[in-house]
T-cell receptor, first 116, second 112 residues
Framework: DADVTQTPRNRITKTGKRIMLECSQT?????MYWYRQDPGLGLRLIYY???????NKGEISDGYSVSRQAQAKFSLSLESAIPNQTALYFC???????????????FGPGTRLTVL | GENVEQHPSTLSVQEGDSAVIKCTYS??????FPWYKQELGKGPQLIID?????GEKKDQRIAVTLNKTAKHFSLHITETQPEDSAVYFC???????????FGKGTMLLVSP
């Protein structure tokens, strides 16, 4: 089974709709991240959480919100979706001191979101 | 904040050739530089990283070099194979425990 899962994998929605993307992990990591990937723009950090009580804005947080429901769950919400939020969204986890690298991030398979 | 520039954006090579991807960073306090590989339809995966107290690191056919004075680091892939075809991202952070700033990615295509 995958260590980092994202649901849904694909979503098409309309402008103005509220959308929630969910991320779950079985790695036991404290740190979780949400990224957005656009062609030619790489990976940009939206929000991150270093533990259940910690939420931080990333580079491009406007128009997004998050909820850390438990160590294993981190959700990303678009309160009122707009077309320029059409992108590939990735969740990632990390735990300093584990793995082969002291800050290796483990990515989920991604959610492709289309806002019409 | 940190800014990471990555070049080229696309790179086409013949199987067996070498490939080099270069990145520059702006924050002199950055000291951790990982490289991620993203295969089609998947999330990125760490392939190699380097810390600022090391100038070069090698793992089989891939190597990374770091020049802290010039604030640039590079990924070298030798004897490329079709399965090396993917998007590669460089990244930088101040410590191994803070967030990563990614470059915009390089699409590598290895032709048989």
């Amino acid at each position: 089974d995958a260590d980092v899962t994202q649901t849904p994998r694909n979503r098409i929605t309309k402008t103005g709709k509220r959308i929630m993307l969910e991320c779950s992990q079985t790695k036991g990591h404290d740190r979780m991240y949400w990224y957005r990937q656009d062609p030619g723009l790489g990976l940009r950090l939206i929000y991150y959480s270093f533990d259940v009580k910690d939420i931080n804005k990333g580079e491009i947080s406007d128009g997004y919100s998050v909820s850390r429901q438990a160590q294993a769950k981190f959700s990303l919400s678009l309160e009122s979706a707009i077309p320029n939020q059409t992108a590939l969204y990735f969740c990632a986890t990390s735990d300093p001191g584990t793995g082969n690298s002291y800050n290796e991030q483990f990515f989920g398979p991604g959610t492709r979101l289309t806002v019409l | 904040g940190e800014n990471v520039e990555q070049h080229p954006s696309t790179l086409s090579v013949q199987e067996g050739d070498s490939a080099v991807i270069k990145c520059t960073y702006s924050d002199s306090a950055s000291n951790y530089f990982p490289w991620y590989k993203q295969e089609l339809g998947k999330g990125p995966q760490l392939i190699i990283d380097i810390r600022s107290n090391v100038g070069e690191k090698k793992d089989q056919r891939i190597a990374v070099t770091l020049n802290k004075t010039a604030k640039h680091f590079s990924l070298h892939i030798t004897e490329t194979q079709p399965e090396d075809s993917a998007v590669y991202f460089c990244a930088a952070s101040q410590t191994g425990y803070s967030t990563l700033t990614f470059g915009k990615g390089t699409m590598l295509l290895v032709s048989p």
